[in-house]
């Protein structure tokens, strides 16, 4: 709805307002890695390319665009006529090739400490450059060709090389600018330059942010909202509730230990809804280099957990529903995952990933089964009989910076033990750091299992593939005894490298499939859910905003207009099947062209 | 002058030759008549008991840690961090409001919020007592020692300047990063910047109290300075030193909730007041739900008035000025 | 004497506290005529009572204490029956004004003496500015300071305890009352400026024609300052009489026992005479004669019966049952008996 | 005079508080003998010293200059572990005001022998209470009421447990600062009396301080007269009463009030005035102007005192 | 006096010297995955090492010391890393800080206007209704946890006002319920300080000289004993205000209001030792000045404290 307090004359000024609890330290989007500061980015800088709300990618600064053979040279065509405003809108200069040069350069010079470096080194020598063994930026894969003509060469063939470009790393920067504003690049409105959908108006941390349209935007009419406000509030959990509701704000997160009471209110239930799921995939890891206090007796861990039958037993005892509850009590199935890697991420003509054919079955089947889980329970007893001692002692830390996770630790353990019995399993539930938890437990491996998550950086399956094999910081699943192949490397392994050597997309994707298919069925790790922000009151649409999992397209506000009340959750689930069905459509038809 | 004749004039004939003896003076007894009853304690404590309200609440505190001593092998009583699970649903019994079977409901997680508010006091008061009394020694025993010894005094000074203004935060966060939290960590937290304020507090007394006459005369008498303190110093302040302490529970207890809600506070599978409370204010907002907050607040608000209130009563009792 | 006319007179007063739930009496049924322009010692150990006499006279008393019973009159009005603020503002300081015992901490220590004394004159002197000004450092002059002017402006901590004495006796001047209470004036003071301070008192209270009461229990300053004598046991004035008869004619075996332990009466390497035991527990009744338990000379009487007030002459009054026609006669001891006579020695020369 | 034994010696003694600029020389150069037995006075007004040359005796206060004897060896300065102990135990202490110099949470009891725990001059429990016992009968408390707190007294049998607490110790010296100036005129007698017959029966040695010159001339064989830390005239108590010489001395001794009004109504009092004396130019001296008779003055005032002695005034 | 000053600044440098010291060495024993941020996880040993590094974080602490104090002698508190990224400490103290005056003078002026005569009041009435209405609001204060009545008095008063739940600098509105809300606490304590100081020096014997003078009950409150009981606030004041001005963190984080309630927890939590260093050089400096000025207050109500060779009148 239009501010009521409007006393703009038109009165048809659409604003949009909320409170926020994440502060962003900076506005160098170069920079940056955080969510919070991606959603600046998103909107004030266009990339060269974008999604429609479908997840396909469309022109945005770059009008057009070509591959070479092996996907290693990509020559982009710009739009001209795109310009860069000051924040008080007055135009500084013309958006051109240079400009994504030395975005880059910038990004890839190691003593800007640029927290996105690691994806912008997919170009050529980008990584030599980074490291200070070529000095030369010259000699890294990116080039002017003309004013409008941009081309970057890569360090490998990358067929999903167009996903990475919606990445901050990837963004423009006007080089004359960025070099006069040296090191305060980014620390306030005035000192970075805009191209995108908004211009900040006002950028006071951890009080208010205000973005207006920019009026020389080159794709203004899809900019439906004119101002957005954001608020700080560091309790926002606790009073947004309540401001949606007094009409100080146009959205708000729901916690979950208050949905019921919106649930149970006629008036507010009309006001929430779920909220998308996100592409952050969670799922319980269990430990093969477990590096514990010996009073949790890691070397019986060890022992249990190389035996497949106690896996598989864990595996099909985890109720993930009930764990679910705990944030989201109503749809609780809504949020639950089978695998590593979400749906909707990738797609071979249409068909799903999850639904290919090596992970169709693991897709469609709830893990959680208790006879079976019983019937492993029986079969690793017998196997490990005097080899492991009984019940095996099962650490399970949680960051106790998560209240949500706390409460989900205790759910799970009870549900397990009960289960399972005390005979067998003892779970210990430990509450670990809230600041620093990855590093003091997850990456030493000071747990048995933990609940644990991932994101994914490219268009490729591959990005969720890849935590799980050597050199990868979680469970190690390469410690597996049994599953060593002939070449010395695990066979998980050897699947993975497998699939990333193959280019034919539809090849390619079924090997990563069977890869990930192995790592659930041998019950190396437990999937569970994808990640969501649970309920929100909310008058955005949301499934008209751009769509896709890479970079920060989900944070653009461009297409998106401020509804006269917010979606309930009947609306939303009807808007959601509609959205599922037309983007399958969208995506077979662009998967033909 | 006419004031005084009259009665003279009268009594004369009242008067018995008999008594007009010498009476026979026992300079033994003569001794004795000066003694008075009156015991320092006797008398705070009946000066004490003369405050209806703080005896009521002494007694109501008495009760209460009576009470969340026993309070778990009761008959009917839940375990605090168990989650029931609704037949109906099989699901968790989520939200319940208070009734026949969950006394105070159930949390968002379905766990029997009367029994975990008990182990919340009981784990608010375990940390209260210790960090008061840890608070009180190391307090006591510094103060003791930088306002009696004048060598000292200097050093523990500036250590004292130094301490007092390094922010409390950083040494609170730092603990809990070198620590994990528990109990233990959150008492050895508060302790380490609790006993500050007691130092200095005894400290003051201590100077006030250490160039009286009777401790120079101990002093003739060759007592060491250890006793001095003990049996000179002390004494004097235990009427003090039990007011602190009873004003530095409900301090932890509050103190608790402040790092609990900067996130620095037992894990939420440890039940306290402090995260009883910081979960509970999240729901502030929706009255059906408002009572998972108010219980255990107005709890904590008996416990931490009471003692302040007896504190005070205490201290005021224990004022000789006060032993009217 | 008897041509003076009665200003104040304290009738059957019973003054008691409420103390630890029980009731402390500290003035048993005194009754006291104050005449215009004399000076009246009141002596007696400590605990005695005096203070609580006096204090009852300005409506000082401490919370716990009330007047159980009797009458203090002064000019028309019944003091005992004052009960607010306002009654009371009437009598202090205007009428009656006292001298604190410790000068030490009777000043405020943020105000300068000069305000201190200023605030007195304003009140009751109705003075303004200027003139208030000049007046209180005359008063300054008067209780002996120098450099009044310099003084005027300073505060009490950079005075010597016989200065702030002085002060205090100057803020009680200032109140131009018509009664002044010398509450143990000198207690705190050493020798030396002891006399001084006593000396100005004297002199100050002719200037202004004061009628005065002094505390104390050193029987020296009595000597120098009172024109009579009250002696107080136990809440009780026991004697009363003009100076020279309570000191040379003492009739009350306590005032004997008083006199008779003044160093000044001891000899050299012999014992001193001392009172033996304790004063009374004023929480108890007290039968009889206070000071029997104590007294050597005590008749079995004095164990039963309260004695009245005997009469030794026109102005001298005793209550002791020795000097009940049917009480035996007694002996002095030899020091007193020489002392007695020193006396009356003089009293012809003088 | 000559013969007797001295007890203990200040010599030269000097005490000053503070430092640098707010130096104050709280005692100045001063130098008497105790002989043993005898009882020395010390007269003189508030803050000219009295005390703090009793605390430096006691080694309570630091001493800046000089030395103090005691049997003829000094106790300031570095001592002896054994020498310490025993002065501790030789050396004891009266206060002056019997309320604040008593613990009162404690018991009279570990009041009493709190000493003698210091001193381990007992052998068993049993010992001590006996000691405890006989003390307290010794200064005429009942010995029942070494069960109580100090408050249950009056001020005169407070006093009297501050000194059973000195004479557990068994001292030979006993310092008595003001011991009775607290305490109204009817127990003071008490605990004159029992100071001399202390005396008499244990050849006790008292420093007597006192500013109430009636009492010190009651109960001293000696007196000092001292005047912003120093003596100004030591003599024999009787001859000082008789022949006071300096100018001091005589004011003091003239502002003693009497108990006998008509002699106090005519009284005269005699001002010092501290400006009468040329001590710049001429600076004073402390000497010997009859036999144990000792006065501060210069040459030319020992001149003109040395005739008014003679006169005899 | 000036000699007084001259020592009391420096002994303030020396300690103020080595809190910051202390500070600086404890915070290197934090864990450094916090100085990568959400980054961390995705940043390989390498790369973190490479960042650290250019950081200074590996240079020995004396090294790390020396930049600090080198930088710091030129008045350059140095910029933020991980709070907000490259932006100079100063800007970002500079930013809150007005807004902490504001409020905490205000708070604290509110709460002197309050509970300075709620005391007085307190102790004039001792024992009879007002004086138990206050001591029951200062328990209540005292014992019931900010936490949990802050929240209570947001949700309702607004309610029942129809006040802005939000700050808003522009809306007058919307600053009284923080700022009252803020005052609570130190207008009970106060009320609490002035009460007992009043009582105490009602006690003392200079009160019964001047009631025998005869002066007036409401005369001698306000002429003597106001005056007298303050001195000891006086002494405390400067701390207290300075103590207020630092902030509530429940407040301001319920109210939106941008001030520094929260900025050392963020800014610990957050590992980013340039702002936590800035931030304890001036808590430590605003305590340092504010024990010196509760002694100058001191010194200059009260007589007989001069600040001269003395130590300090604690
Ligand atoms: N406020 C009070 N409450 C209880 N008892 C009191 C109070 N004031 C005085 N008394 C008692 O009354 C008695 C007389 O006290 P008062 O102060 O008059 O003695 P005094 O003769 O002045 O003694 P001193 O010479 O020590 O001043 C004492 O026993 C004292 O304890
Ligand atoms: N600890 C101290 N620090 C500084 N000055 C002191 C100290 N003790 C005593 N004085 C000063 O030394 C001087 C002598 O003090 P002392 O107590 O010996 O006097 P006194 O003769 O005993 O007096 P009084 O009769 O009042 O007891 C006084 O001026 C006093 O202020
Ligand atoms: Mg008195
Ligand atoms: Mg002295």
Redesign the pocket.
């Known amino acids: 709805a239009c501010s009521e307090k409007g006393d703009e004359s038109s009165g048809k000024v659409s604003e949009y307002r909320t409170v926020y609890s994440g502060e962003i330290k900076t506005l160098n989007y170069l920079k940056t890695a955080e969510a919070n500061e991606f959603a600046m980015s998103a909107n004030i800088i266009d990339g060269l390319i974008e999604y429609n709300q479908y997840g396909i990618v469309q022109p945005s600064l770059a009008e057009s665009w070509s591959s070479n053979e092996d996907n290693t040279v990509w020559t982009f065509k710009l739009r001209e006529d795109v310009k860069w405003v000051t924040s008080d809108g007055k135009e500084y200069a013309d958006v051109v090739a240079q400009d994504f040069v030395d975005g880059l350069n910038y990004v890839l010079d190691a003593k800007n400490e640029s927290s996105t470096a690691w994806i912008a080194t997919v170009v050529k020598n980008g990584d030599a450059f980074y490291n200070g063994e070529i000095t030369d930026f010259s000699q890294v894969g990116v080039k002017a060709v003309d004013e409008y003509t941009l081309e970057y060469t890569l360090e490998n063939p990358t067929p999903y090389f167009l996903s990475m470009l919606n990445y901050v790393c990837f963004f423009p920067v006007n080089g004359e600018f960025l070099a006069e504003k040296g090191e305060s690049f980014g620390t306030t409105k005035e000192n970075v330059l805009y191209n995108g959908a908004y211009v900040l108006d006002k950028f006071e941390p951890q009080n208010e942010r205000v973005l207006v349209k920019n009026d020389t935007y080159w794709d203004k009419e899809n900019v439906f909202i004119d101002r957005i406000r954001y608020k700080y509030n560091k309790e926002a959990g606790t009073v947004a509730p309540e401001l949606f509701l007094r009409g100080e704000v146009d959205s708000a997160s729901i916690p979950t230990s208050v949905i019921d009471e919106w649930f149970n209110d006629e008036e507010k239930k009309a006001q929430v809804r779920q909220s998308q799921n996100n592409f952050y995939t969670y799922f319980y890891a269990l430990n093969f280099d477990p590096q514990f206090d010996a009073q949790y007796e890691p070397e019986n861990w060890k022992v249990a957990v190389n035996n497949k039958n106690f896996r598989k037993s864990l595996y099909h005892a985890l109720d993930r529903v009930s764990a679910m509850l705990t944030t989201e009590p109503y749809n609780p199935e809504d949020m639950l995952n089978n695998t590593i890697t979400p749906k909707n991420f990738v797609d071979v003509e249409g068909v799903d990933y999850t639904q290919l054919e090596p992970l169709k079955n693991v897709t469609n089947t709830d893990s959680f089964n208790k006879d079976l889980a019983l019937e492993f329970k029986e079969k690793a007893m017998t196997e490990l009989q005097g080899k492991a001692t009984f019940p095996v002692k099962v650490l399970m830390p949680y960051n106790s910076g998560s209240p949500d996770w706390a409460n989900r630790s205790q759910v799970v353990e009870q549900q397990l033990e009960t289960l399972l019995g005390a005979d067998y399993i003892d779970i210990i539930v430990e509450a670990g750091p809230s600041t620093g938890f990855l590093q003091e437990v997850r990456r030493p491996g000071k747990y048995a299992l933990l609940e644990a998550n991932w994101g994914p950086d490219y268009a490729d399956p591959a990005s969720y593939t890849d935590p799980f094999t050597e050199g990868g910081t979680y469970n190690k699943p390469e410690l597996a005894e049994g599953y060593t192949e002939s070449n010395g490397k695990s066979k998980y392994q050897n699947m993975v490298d497998a699939a990333k050597a193959e280019m034919d997309l539809a090849k390619r994707y079924e090997l990563f499939a069977q890869a990930e298919a192995f790592l659930i069925e041998e019950a190396f790790v437990i999937p569970y859910a994808v990640g969501g922000t649970g309920y929100i009151a909310s008058k955005l649409n949301p499934f008209e905003a751009q769509y896709s999992p890479f970079g920060v397209t989900l944070e653009k506000f461009k297409g998106q207009k401020v509804l006269e009340k917010p979606m309930s959750n009947e609306e939303y689930k009807e808007a959601l099947a509609k959205w599922e069905q037309e983007r399958a459509e969208a995506l077979a038809e662009a998967g033909e062209q | 002058m006419g004031l005084y004749s009259e009665e003279i004039t009268n009594i004369s004939e009242k008067s018995n030759e008999k008594l007009f003896e010498f009476a026979v003076v026992d300079e033994k007894k003569a001794e004795e008549t000066g003694y008075s009853n009156y015991s320092y304690w006797r008398s705070t404590w009946k000066s004490f008991l003369k405050n209806r309200l703080a005896v009521f609440l002494l007694i109501l505190v008495c009760t209460i840690v009576a009470f969340v001593i026993i309070q778990p092998y009761l008959p009917y009583q839940k375990s605090p961090t168990e989650i029931y699970i609704d037949e109906q649903t099989s699901s968790q019994a989520r939200n319940i409001a208070p009734n026949s079977e969950f006394w105070f409901g159930t949390n968002s997680i379905g766990q029997d919020l009367w029994s975990r508010i008990w182990a919340g006091t009981r784990t608010s008061l375990f940390i209260g007592f210790v960090v008061a009394l840890v608070e009180v020694i190391v307090g006591i025993t510094i103060g003791a020692l930088w306002g009696f010894s004048r060598k000292l005094e200097t050093p523990i000074t500036q250590a004292y300047n130094i301490v007092e203004n390094i922010p409390t935060t950083i040494v609170l966060i730092l603990m809990s990063y070198i620590l994990r939290p528990s109990i233990s960590t959150i008492i050895i937290a508060m302790c380490i910047t609790g006993w500050v304020e007691m130092a200095r507090f005894i400290r003051n007394q201590i100077v006030i109290l250490r160039d009286r006459e009777y401790n120079l005369a101990s002093k003739c008498l060759g007592t060491p300075s250890y006793r001095i303190i003990l049996k000179n110093l002390l004494p004097y302040l235990i009427s003090v030193i039990m007011l602190r302490m009873s004003l530095a529970i409900p301090f932890a207890i509050g103190a608790e909730v402040f790092l609990t809600y900067i996130g620095l506070g037992l894990p939420i599978s440890e039940p306290s007041l402090g995260n009883l409370i910081n979960e509970g204010r999240v729901l502030m907002m929706s009255p059906d739900l408002r009572y998972q907050l108010i219980f255990p607040s107005i709890v904590l608000s008996i416990i931490t008035i009471s003692f302040y209130i007896i504190g005070n009563a205490f201290a005021d009792a224990a004022d000789p000025k006060n032993h009217v | 004497m008897q041509s003076k006319s009665r200003i104040l007179s304290i009738q059957n007063l019973i003054i008691q506290f409420k103390l630890r739930g029980q009731v402390l009496t500290a003035i048993r049924d005194i009754s006291l005529d104050l005449y215009k322009g004399e000076s009246l010692a009141i002596v007696g150990e400590s605990g005695s009572g005096k203070s609580v006499l006096v204090k009852s006279i300005i409506g000082l008393l401490e919370k716990n204490g009330s007047v159980a019973q009797g009458r203090i009159l002064y000019k028309e009005d019944d003091l005992t029956k004052f009960e607010t603020e306002k009654d009371w503002l009437k009598i202090r300081g205007k009428e009656i004004a006292m001298v604190t015992q410790d000068p030490m901490t009777s000043l405020n220590p943020l105000k300068t003496i000069g305000k201190q004394i200023e605030e007195c004159v304003v009140l009751h002197q109705k003075l303004k500015g200027k003139e208030a000004y000049q007046r209180t450092l005359q008063l300054l002059k008067d209780v002996g300071i120098h450099d009044v002017e310099k003084r005027y402006k300073q505060y009490p901590h950079e005075f010597s305890g016989g200065m702030r004495q002085r002060i205090v006796i100057a803020i009680a001047i200032a109140c131009n009352p018509k009664i002044l209470i010398c509450d143990e004036p000198t207690t705190a003071l ?1 020798v030396t400026i002891q006399a001084q301070i006593l000396q100005l008192l004297k002199n100050l209270q002719q200037k202004y024609g004061l009628t005065t009461i002094y505390i104390t229990h050193d029987l020296g300053v009595v000597a120098k300052v009172a024109d009579r004598i009250a002696v107080m046991y136990a809440g009780d004035i026991i004697e009363v009489g003009q100076t020279h008869e309570v000191f040379f004619n003492g009739k009350h075996p306590y005032t004997w026992a008083l006199l008779s332990s003044l160093p000044q009466l001891g000899a050299k390497g012999e014992e001193l005479y001392s009172i033996k035991g304790t004063p009374p527990n004023l929480f108890k009744e007290i039968k009889g004669d206070a000071f029997a338990p104590r007294n050597p000379y005590a008749l079995k009487i004095d164990f039963e019966e309260r004695p009245p007030f005997f009469k030794v002459s026109e102005t001298h009054f005793a209550k002791t049952w020795l000097l009940h026609p049917n009480a035996p006669k007694v002996e002095l001891p030899q020091n007193l008996q020489a002392f007695f006579e020193e006396g009356r020695r003089f009293a012809h020369e003088y | 005079m000559s013969t007797k034994e001295v007890l203990l010696e200040v010599k030269n003694l000097e005490v000053a ?2 430092k640098g600029k707010s130096k ?1 020389q ?2 100045d150069q001063v130098s008497f003998q105790i002989y043993k037995g005898e009882t020395f006075g010390l007269v ?12 430096s005796i006691m080694r309570i ?1 630091e001493v800046t200059g000089g030395e103090i004897l005691f049997h003829g060896k000094p106790i300031n300065g570095k001592i002896s572990k054994d020498w310490d102990r025993e002065i501790t135990q030789k050396i004891q202490m009266i206060f ?1 005001d019997p309320m604040a110099s008593l613990n009162e949470r404690a018991k009279v009891d570990y009041i009493i022998s709190e000493g003698l725990m210091n001193t381990k001059h007992y052998k068993n429990e049993e010992e001590k209470q006996k000691k405890v016992h006989d003390a307290l009968l010794e200064v005429g408390l009942l010995p029942e009421f070494a069960s109580r707190f100090p408050h249950e007294f009056s001020g005169g049998q407070r006093q009297r447990i501050g000194i059973a607490r000195a004479l557990i110790m068994e001292p030979e010296f006993i310092i008595a ?2 011991p009775i100036s607290a305490l109204d005129v009817s127990i003071r007698a008490q605990v004159l009396n029992l100071l001399s017959n202390l005396q008499k029966q244990k050849g006790l040695t008292y420093l007597f ?1 006192a ?1 109430d010159l009636s009492i010190v001339r009651f109960i001293t064989d000696r007196t000092a007269v ?1 005047y912003k ?1 120093k003596i100004v005239e030591l003599a024999e108590t009787e001859k000082l009463f008789a022949n006071p010489i300096h100018p001091y001395t005589r004011a003091l001794i003239s502002a003693v009030p009497e108990p006998n009004p008509y002699k106090e109504r005519e009284k005269v009092m005699e001002v010092y005035d501290p400006t009468q004396h040329h001590y710049d130019s001429n600076p004073p001296s402390f000497v010997e102007i009859e036999e144990g008779h000792f006065v501060l003055a210069n040459e030319e005032e020992l001149e003109r005192y040395r005739t008014t002695l003679k006169i005899g005034v | 006096m000036l000699w007084y000053l001259g020592k009391r600044l420096l002994q303030s440098v020396v300690t103020l010297f080595i809190i910051v010291t202390i500070v600086f060495s404890l915070l290197r024993l934090m864990p450094e995955e916090g100085y990568l941020g959400a980054a961390a996880e995705k940043m390989t040993p390498e790369q973190q090492e490479v960042y650290l590094t250019n950081l200074g974080l590996r240079d020995p602490l004396i090294v790390q010391l020396g930049h600090f104090y080198g930088d710091l002698l030129q008045g350059d508190l140095g910029t933020s890393v991980t709070y907000r990224t490259d932006v100079p400490v100063k800007t970002i103290i500079a930013e809150k800080i007005m807004y902490s005056i504001l409020f905490g003078l205000g708070a604290v002026a509110l709460s002197l206007l309050v509970g300075v005569p709620l005391g007085i009041l307190m102790a004039q009435m001792k024992g009879r209704w007002l004086d138990r209405l206050g001591t029951g609001y200062i328990v209540f204060v005292v014992a019931v946890p900010a936490a949990v009545y802050y929240i209570f008095i947001q949700m309702y008063v607004t309610d029942l006002f129809n006040l802005p739940m939000l700050f808003d600098e522009y809306n007058p509105v919307s600053w009284l319920l923080p700022l009252t809300s803020m005052a609570l606490a130190p207008t009970a304590s106060y009320a609490m300080w002035m009460r007992r100081y009043m009582v105490d020096e009602l006690n003392k014997d200079y009160i019964k000289l001047a009631r025998a003078k005869g002066v007036k009950e409401r005369t001698l409150m306000f002429k003597h004993v106001m005056r007298n009981a303050f001195i000891p606030m006086a002494q405390y004041l400067p701390a207290t205000i300075l103590f207020t001005i630092t902030g509530s963190i429940y407040i301001e984080s319920l109210y939106s209001i941008p001030g520094m309630g929260g900025l050392l927890v963020d800014a610990i939590q957050r590992q980013d030792n340039s702002v936590v260093q800035g931030l304890v050089l001036i808590f430590s400096s605003l305590g340092i000045i504010g024990l010196f000025l509760g002694d100058l207050a001191m010194a200059l109500v009260d007589p007989r404290i001069k600040l001269g060779k003395g130590e300090s009148v604690r």
């Open positions: 050493d | 508080f503070g104050f709280a005692i003189g007004e508030s803050g000219s010293g009295k005390t703090t040359i009793g605390r206060n002056q600062d003001e301080i500013h001292i830390g």
